[in-house]
Structure formats: C-alpha cells, structure tokens
C-alpha cells in the first residue's frame, strides 16, 4: 500500500455531538428535536446487569494503559443474538464462531497494542482459539508418560510453548482484557460505554469492529415475558405475556395457528453516532461481509463514505480466510491476499504426502500490521495538526 497521510475524517466534537443527543423532552429554539432509533434506543431497551462491572474493569484498564501511552484496541468478535422471549429459550443468531476477531487480537497484542477483547461469550478466545476448535482438541496434543504424568506430545512442544509463552506475556503485562456479550443489546450497550471511557486515550485508541452483528432485533416493548408456546392451546398464555401494553401491537414473536411469526426491527446504525460522537478522535475499522463478489467493492465505498470513518474491510464469505479488500479514504482499494497454498486459519492448506501441511499463514498476520501502520499515520498526523 502506498504511504499517504491519513486525514482525519471530518467530525462533529464532543459538545457539538451531546448538544444533539438530548433527551425526548429536549427542545431546540422552540422546537422539538427529532428524535432518531439511535437517540432513542437506550432509554427503550435496557442495560445489562453485567455492564456496570465490566465497565469499571474496561476503566482501570485503559488508565493504567493511558499512563504509559501505549494504543489500546477495542477488538470485537463474534455474533450477536436476537432473543425472542425476556426469558429466553429460544433465539436468532450470527454466523460467526470469533475467528476473525480471536485471531487478529494476538497480533494486535504482538503489535504493541493493549487490547479490550468484547467478545460473544463461548466464543474463541486470543491463545486458547489455537486449542478450541473440535478439529484442534487440546487434548490431541497431549499422552500421558511412564510415570502418568500428563505431558505434551513431543512433536507440539515447540508450537505450544510459544502460544503458552505470548499469553503469558499478556497476563503479566495486563495487556488484554476480556469483556464478554451474548445479544446484541448487550453489545450495544457495551460498545457505547467503553467508547465513552476510551476517549481520554484520544488518538491512541483503535476500533477494530470484526463482530457479526444482528441487523434486525426484538424492541424491548415487544417481547414476550415467557416461552412462546407451541401449542394451539396455550397461544393466549404467549399474546398475554407481551410487555407493550398497546392493544395494536402483537408481539414480535406470535404463534398464528401453527406458524410462528416473528416481525423484527432494524437495528439502529451506531457507526456514524460512534464516529461523531462516542470516539471522535480514535481510528474507526469496521467490516464488510457479503457473498456477491461484485457487490463488495460499492458497498464498502458506500460504508466509507456513508460513516466517514478510515477504513472498511471488505471480505468474501468464501474467501476471507485468505482475501480481504482495504478502503480507505487516503489510500484507496488495495487487496490483502495470503500467497497460494500457504491460507491458514481453517482455509485449505497444501499436503506434501506425508501427513504434514504446508506451513500456514493466517491472513490477519497481513491485516493487522497495515491497520497498525494506518494508525500510527493517524497519530502522526494528529500530533503534527495539533
């Protein structure tokens, strides 16, 4: 990629941002301002009881990080749920298991960066991942001697002691913490409070947005208490559970007859609200999935000019181990593409007869240095304008 300074994309400040985020009762010379589903959403659908303890840890973290000036990310990872029910039993989820995310963490860890991992909870983890897949059973990797004593398998010594030896790095320098969510409301919430907390690191702080997250969501007013029932006989038990005491409103989710119909709706677009308001001074990345190759291009451009972040990273549900597509303002399209035959992170190897695979490159090996590059640019160019 060429070496361009990366502007800062224009944006509204701090005050300029709260003077619009004002509450229903609000009014702006005599009228009243319209309210948005991204203004509104936080005062219809409530906060996680995990949030408070989670953002206390997210603020000693970034503190005791800010001291030292070193660039703190806030990776995300993983899918979101939609639940159905208040009590949830059953849900609608994201394709996305935190490869992507679990896996760019660690070189963002290599890089030099502190890291705020707000991950879908199960999901795989920085170091652990490498162990966490059923095609990488831990326990693969180990027998036990003589003696009983269990031990690693000679032949993943070498591979095991250096992810053993980086996570402990991690540990003893406090430069990851994980911060877990299971809906998307969870991670809404969360999103917008460590944004909030990160803005003292200014410059310094990353948004590295790789989590899959759900485009369309039950409102809190819309969702039944309990189980949606299955059977014809209990359906009044369901229709008289909604928390939306209006009598033109069905639930989001209702048996009619034998179907179950499910009206859900669009989650609000945090990116730009993320951009002006909540992190206006930090590198924004987000990503772009789709599986119509001639589509991937216009619509990262579109994100791009839609949001006036820096960057989107375009990638190809068939391809994204191995191809991904930068957009950026300052530097235009380039393509990251690992060489042939050496795709890693779960994409096909090559085999030389012997059982043995081809050494592998996993492809956020190349993704992360560039964003790390492109933000120190930033920075740079931050420092010389101030």
């Known amino acids: 990629m060429p070496l361009s300074t990366l502007p800062v994309p224009n944006r509204w400040t701090r005050d300029q941002h709260t003077a619009n985020m004002v509450s229903p009762e609000n009014h702006t010379n005599g009228q009243a301002t319209t309210l948005t589903p991204e203004l509104t959403y936080f005062t219809a659908n409530p906060k996680p009881t995990t949030l408070d303890q989670g953002l206390h840890q997210a603020r000693t973290f970034i503190q005791h990080h800010a001291s030292s000036n070193r660039r703190v990310a806030l990776v995300t990872s993983g899918g979101t749920t939609v639940p159905l029910e208040n009590q949830t039993v059953r849900f609608i989820d994201n394709f996305s298991a935190g490869t992507r995310g679990a896996t760019s963490a660690e070189y963002f860890l290599q890089a030099g960066y502190a890291v705020i991992f707000l991950h879908r909870q199960f999901s795989l983890l920085p170091y652990s991942r490498h162990y966490s897949h059923s095609t990488n059973c831990f326990l693969d990797f180990m027998t036990a001697n003589a003696e009983g004593k269990v031990v690693v398998e000679d032949e993943y010594q070498s591979q095991m002691s250096k992810v053993l030896k980086q996570y402990e790095k991690a540990k003893r320098e406090r430069t990851l913490l994980l911060l877990p969510f299971t809906t998307v409301n969870d991670y809404l919430w969360h999103l917008r409070s460590i944004a909030e907390a990160m803005q003292p690191l200014g410059a310094n702080a990353l948004f590295y947005l790789a989590a899959a997250v759900s485009d369309f969501f039950v409102p809190a007013a819309r969702m039944v208490e309990h189980k949606i029932q299955s059977s014809e006989d209990f359906h009044r038990t369901s229709a008289a559970a909604v928390v939306d005491n209006s009598a033109t409103k069905l639930p989001a989710a209702h048996m009619e007859g034998k179907s179950l119909i499910i009206d859900l ?122």
């Open 265 to 386: 709706d669009p989650v609000p677009k945090f990116l730009k609200v993320l951009v002006d308001g909540w992190a206006p001074e930090a590198m924004i990345v987000s990503f772009k999935l789709e599986t119509d190759p001639s589509l991937l291009a216009e619509k990262a451009r579109y994100a791009l000019k839609k949001y006036a972040h820096h960057l989107v990273i375009g990638n190809l549900l068939n391809t994204r181990k191995w191809e991904v597509l930068f957009v950026s303002v300052a530097e235009g399209e380039n393509w990251v593409r690992v060489e042939q035959g050496l795709a890693g992170n779960g994409a096909e190897a090559g085999d030389d007869g012997s059982g043995k695979k081809d050494a592998t490159v996993e492809i956020e090996s190349l993704i992360v240095p560039e964003v790390a590059r492109m933000h120190v640019m930033m920075i740079d160019n931050c420092a010389s304008s101030a």
